[in-house]
């Protein structure tokens, strides 16, 4: 059974051509929103937290700092509305997923960029 699901997955499912990221990389996110009739693209732009799952079920979380409050928001690698994806930064990082990341502030909260 779950071959069968991971042969629909491979064969119907579109494949989208992103760039390589991981955890502490900058990156901006192009996304469509609908709003009744209209259409509009907007951008979130946010260090990557971690990368889960894999496959078509992959997904991202991205964190940003509004103001004084912190967003995230979790990406799914194949949604539809999804348009591109921009790596701003790479970051250089120690682990897979930076959860600590979440509580610090000010200049602890600055990841150093990997060069090449």
Known sequence: ???????????????????????GDTITVYYEIREGEKKRTQFFKGVVLQRKGS???????????????????IFPINLPALQKIEVNKK???RRARIFYFRGLTGKKARIKERRG
């Open 55 to 73: 496959g078509t079920s992959e997904t991202f979380t991205i964190r940003k700092m509004s103001g004084t409050i912190g967003v995230e928001r």
């Open 91 to 93: 970051g250089k990082v």
């Open 1 to 23: 059974m779950n071959s069968l699901v991971k042969f629909v997955q491979d064969e119907f499912v579109e494949k989208k051509e992103i760039p390589q990221f991981g955890a």
